[in-house]
C-alpha cells in the first residue's frame, strides 16, 4: 500500500533544518509522498527506517537502463496509467525484428530512418534478433546487431545460444529476452552473471506471474516482461493488465512492476500498415519496447510524432533557450529574425530559414513557451519584450540592424521601430512555409 505524507513525517526529527532542500519536516514528508524527492535526502532518519521506507517509497515499476554511451536509453519508472494525471517517464523504444536471414537488409532498411523532430533524433532504437533454430546464423546476427550501434534485445530461449549470444553483446548491455516456465533459472543464471535485463514470457498471465516471482525469489529483480504474441486481443489486454496492476495504488504486490516488450512482428501476419496502427496502439497502452518487422519512413513519421506528444510533460511548455541562434553560418554582419520561444515555433522556423540557405541569426526572446499568436495575446511577446531583450543581448552582437518579426505580429512594427532606434523592422510571412521564398526575395 503506497504511504501518504503523515506516515513519512513521523519518521523525521521534526527539527526542520532545511538540509533536505525543504522549508519543514512536513513539507519534506509530503513531497516524498507525491515522488518529488527521495527518502534519502534527509540524513537524520534511522537506517533501519530508511530501508523500510525506501522500499515502500520505490516507483511501482522499477526503472532500468539498456544500452550504453550515446544509445543508453530507461525504461519503466512509470508512476501513472494517463499522461495527463502527472508525466510518463520513459519514452518507448521502437525496434526492428531480424532474424539470421534478413539481418542485413531489415538494417539497412531500419538505419535510413533517422531525422531531427523538435530537437530530438528520431531513429529506430532497438534491434530484436530472433532465433529460429540456427545457432550459427543467430550468433552472426547478433554480431551485426550489436555493431549497430542499436540496443540489442536477445529473443532466445535455448539457453546454450543465449548464453553465447549475451557473451557477444553483454558490454553493450542488451536484454536477453528468453526465461520462460522451463528455463527460468538457466536464463536469470546466464542474465545475472552478465549483468543483463532479463525478459520474462509465459503462456498467461497467471503463468507469468509464477514464473516472475520464482525468478525474484532467486534474488533477480532485473526483469522485463514479454506480453505474448498469441493474439492482438491478448497481447494487448495483458499489456493493459500488467501496468494496471503494476500501478495500483491499493495493490502492494509489485510482482508485475517492471517494463514490457511488445513484438508486433509476431501478431501482424506481414500487414504493415496493420503493424504500424498496433504500434500506435501500444505507444499509448503500453508498451515500454515496440517491435516491429521493419521500419520506414511512412511509420516513423505518425508513430515517432505521436511518441513525441505523449512522452512530454504536460505541466511544463516545450520551449528552447532564449539567446541568438545563428543559421546556415550567420555572423554579426548577418540579417537577424525573431520568433517564440515554443520549441515547435522554433524548430519550424529554424528549419525553414535553414532551408532558405540565406545566414540568419534567429533571436528567441522569452516568451512564456506560448506559440506566436498565444504568447502575444498573453502579454508575453509584445514590443517591449523583444526590444528589452535585444537592447540587452543583440545590440553589440549584431552590427546587421535588420530584424524580420512574424508576419501574425505585424502590429507590433511600429512599437518596435520606436523602441529599437536604428533598427530597420521587416515584417515576415504569416506562416513558416512562407520563409524560404520570403528570404529568397529578400536577398
Ligand atoms: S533534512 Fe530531515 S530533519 Fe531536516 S528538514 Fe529535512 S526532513 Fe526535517
Not at 548577418?334 to 515555433?345: N, Q, R, Y
Amino acid at each position: 500500500m503506497a504511504l501518504k505524507g503523515l506516515d513519512y513525517f513521523k519518521f523525521t526529527p521534526k527539527t526542520n533544518c532545511k538540509e533536505c532542500g525543504c522549508p519543514t519536516c512536513m513539507a519534506f514528508a509530503m513531497k516524498v509522498a507525491q515522488g518529488g524527492i527521495t527518502i534519502d535526502k534527509c540524513p537524520y532518519i534511522k537506517p533501519e527506517d530508511l530501508a523500510k521506507l525506501s522500499e515502500a517509497s520505490a516507483p511501482p515499476m522499477k526503472k532500468f537502463t539498456v544500452g550504453t554511451g550515446k544509445f543508453e536509453f530507461s525504461l519503466g519508472g512509470e508512476t501513472v496509467l494517463f499522461r495527463h494525471e502527472k508525466t510518463f517517464v520513459s519514452k518507448c523504444l521502437y525496434g526492428v525484428n531480424v532474424t539470421g536471414d534478413n539481418v542485413d537488409k531489415v538494417l539497412t532498411e531500419a538505419k535510413k530512418v533517422d531525422y531531427v523532430r523538435i530537437g530530438e533524433r528520431m531513429f529506430c532504437e532497438v534491434v530484436n534478433v530472433e532465433f529460429t533454430g540456427d545457432k550459427a546464423k543467430f550468433l552472426d546476427a547478433v554480431k551485426k546487431a550489436n555493431s549497430a550501434e542499436r540496443v540489442v534485445i536477445l529473443d532466445c530461449t535455448d539457453t546454450a545460444a543465449a548464453k553465447e549470444a549475451v557473451d557477444i553483446c553483454k558490454a553493450n548491455k542488451p536484454v536477453l529476452n528468453g526465461a520462460n516456465e522451463t528455463n527460468f533459472a538457466d536464463m536469470s543464471k546466464i542474465a545475472t552473471d552478465a549483468g543483463v535485463l532479463l525478459g520474462v514470457r509465459a503462456e498467461s498471465l497467471e503463468a507469468l506471474y509464477d514464473v516472475i516471482q520464482k525468478i525474484e525469489a532467486s534474488g533477480n529483480k532485473n526483469l522485463v516482461l514479454d506480453t505474448g504474441s498469441k493474439s492482438v486481443k491478448d497481447t494487448f489486454a495483458n499489456a493493459v493488465e500488467i501496468r494496471r496492476t503494476a500501478l495500483n495504488p491499493k495493490n502492494g504486490d509489485r510482482t508485475f512492476g517492471y517494463p514490457s516488450i511488445v513484438n508486433l512482428s509476431k501478431l501482424s501476419g506481414g500487414d504493415h500498415e496493420c503493424e504500424v496502427a498496433l504500434a500506435a496502439v501500444f505507444t499509448l497502452k503500453y508498451g515500454s519496447i515496440i517491435i516491429m518487422s521493419g521500419m520506414d519512413y511512412a511509420a516513423a513519421l505518425p508513430l515517432y510524432g505521436l511518441r513525441q506528444n505523449i512522452f512530454t510533460d504536460p505541466q511544463k511548455p516545450m520551449r528552447v533557450e532564449p539567446g541568438i541562434y545563428p543559421i546556415n553560418g550567420a555572423d554579426e554582419n548577418s540579417i537577424c529574425a525573431t520568433t517564440v520561444d515554443f520549441a515547435l515555433s522554433y524548430f519550424v522556423a529554424s528549419g525553414e530559414f535553414e532551408r532558405a540557405g540565406v545566414p540568419v541569426n534567429l533571436i528567441i526572446s522569452d516568451a512564456g513557451g506560448y506559440s506566436v499568436l498565444t504568447a502575444w495575446a498573453a502579454g508575453k511577446l509584445t514590443a517591449a519584450s523583444i526590444a528589452k531583450f535585444v537592447k540587452e543581448k543583440c545590440e553589440d552582437k549584431c552590427k546587421n540592424k535588420t530584424l524580420v518579426l512574424p508576419g501574425k505580429v505585424a502590429v507590433l512594427k511600429g512599437e518596435l521601430e520606436e523602441s529599437l532606434p536604428g533598427w530597420k523592422i521587416i515584417v515576415g510571412p504569416n506562416e513558416a512555409v512562407g520563409i524560404v521564398k520570403f528570404m529568397k526575395d529578400l536577398k
